[in-house]
């Protein structure tokens, strides 16, 4: 009966299947799901191409298959006439075309346009590199259609161009996202941005609907005279913007983007985002020149101050903030969530934390080396939560990979401090600090750490850490376990932990572990617990 249900009711039930393209650009947007709907039937096909093509390149965001990705292409190459294609390489190579009556043959288009589901765009070095693009095996991927052998590097780069133009012409009229970086070798980003920009007879453009625009670069000098071009006024409603810091190294580009920043309307959520630097000496000597221009950009804040309500700092030193931008800071009250990623520099933080009146979530991800400044921050951070109303601070995420850090002052802050957390991630912890953490912090539904075991009495730590599971919580993460030995949990270990939970009478419904392999069906059923395997972000 499944295949007969409306395209409206399918279409909210295809779009549950795959998120949302996500803010976080190392994270790549799911298709598994969404892509067997339209292997069910044609009325299932055509309900979930559309919403499989939204966003076809945030499919390739990170870690990404150059294979998969040029199949795309060259599913995307298939919406143009192969009649046009042809004519393309014939034209570089100075070959007479000639006009072939019979167009059947010639202008086989797709079962779907589907250039024109594009909601979102990602021009990176896999469409604009002349290496990536004329590479042996990505040619006989995309242009398997077109006698790729034969088919001259400029040739190759000239279709690549016109596929770009006709789905800068032809991709949806109201695009939803933007990514691109102007740090390409072969540069086309200019003729990019003015078809996407060209207004329509009622003065709109493509991008005049954007929401999210994503601009990387580590050198935008480099094209300082068509910085504005980027930038366009046209652009006014965006929700997010990222932008690389690492670009901005002349006040004319920094005044751009203040000027830019000050034009929108409802700007939400701000991403100020720098490269990591293997060279300490650099990074410091980069932020000392042209801390004057950041601090001009991130000053144009507080024209957002209404609106904004996400702000995020990567490898960022805050070290050569003037009071005048700190103010600004102070300015933002509406700032529901503050994600610090790899910055130095914060012992400002918990002065700034206490004017936030809305404050819900906080996310930090530690630099290895700073660990003892960190942790003396975090503590101060910890205590001005106080002044934030009850109930308002949720969840806190504390990321770190060196395991031979130590928190433990830390973690005794929490209990006395956070009791209102539902959402909880930490690094390593011993069971005595997790168990006090869980008889305080009563409204948990979520916790994530890395647990620190060792040989003695291991049973009975398990035992009573399972019993003092909050009654609220449904998902534990024990991301993997750490000790002085290599241990893996049992399903002898297992079973005292959720014997002390069964005692609780909770309503826990996951347990993920970080070791594979363990005997957990009889588990699942006697307890009622579902066991899944742990995995890192893929």
Known sequence: MATFLLSECLEII???????????????????????????????????????????????????????????????????????????YKQTLQIPFLKIKNSKTNNNLSTFNYISFINGFIFSEMILETQMICNHYNKEIWLIEYKPKRITNESTITIMNYLIEFMCKHCNNNLIIFEFSS????????????????????????????????????????????????????????????????????????????????????????????????????????????????????????????????????????EYLDENVINSLQSLKNIRILKLFKCENLDFLHSWIKYLENFEVFEITMINNLIILNS????????????????????????????????????????????????????????????????SCTKLVYISVLLLLNNELLMEILENLGESVPKTLKRIQFKRLSGNIHLTISLELLTFFLKGYANNVGILEYLELGNKGNPINIITKQFGVQIIEYSHHI
């Open 376 to 439: 003396t921050i975090l503590i101060q951070l910890i205590k001005s939560f106080q002044s934030i109303q009850s109930n308002i601070f949720t969840k806190l995420i504390i990321n770190d990979d060196n395991e031979e850090n130590d928190y433990t002052q830390l973690f005794q802050q929490i209990p006395l401090y956070l009791y209102s957390l539902t959402h909880l991630e930490l690094p390593k912890i011993c069971p005595p600090e997790l168990i006090s953490i869980f008889i």
């Open 183 to 318: 740090d390409i070798k072969y540069n086309i980003n200019d003729d990019i941005i003015k078809l996407l920009n060209f207004n329509d007879y009622v003065g709109k453009s493509k991008l005049s609907n954007l929401k999210e625009l994503y601009y990387h670069s580590s050198s935008l000098n480099r094209y300082g005279n068509n910085f504005d071009l980027y930038l366009s006024n046209n652009i006014c409603n965006l929700n997010l913007l990222f932008i690389c810091y690492n670009g901005i190294k002349s006040i004319k580009i920094a005044n751009i983007l203040s000027q830019f920043i000050s034009s929108q309307k409802m700007l939400k959520h701000f991403i100020l985002s720098g490269f990591e630097s293997k060279n300490k000496s650099n990074f410091n000597l980069i932020h000392l020149f042209f801390h004057d221009y950041y601090n001009l950009v991130i000053n144009s804040l507080s024209t957002q101050n209404q609106s904004l309500q996400i702000l995020e700092f990567r490898h960022f030193i805050f």
């Open 14 to 88: 295809f779009s549950k299947l795959t998120e949302y393209p996500s803010n976080d650009i190392k994270k790549n947007v799911p298709t598994k799901d969404l892509y067997s709907c339209t292997l069910v039937s044609r009325h299932w096909c055509r309900v979930s191409t559309p919403l499989l093509y939204a966003y076809p390149f945030h499919h390739f965001r990170f870690n990404y298959s150059q294979i998969n990705y040029y199949k795309l292409i060259r599913t995307l190459l298939s919406c143009i006439p192969k009649i046009e294609i042809k004519q393309i």
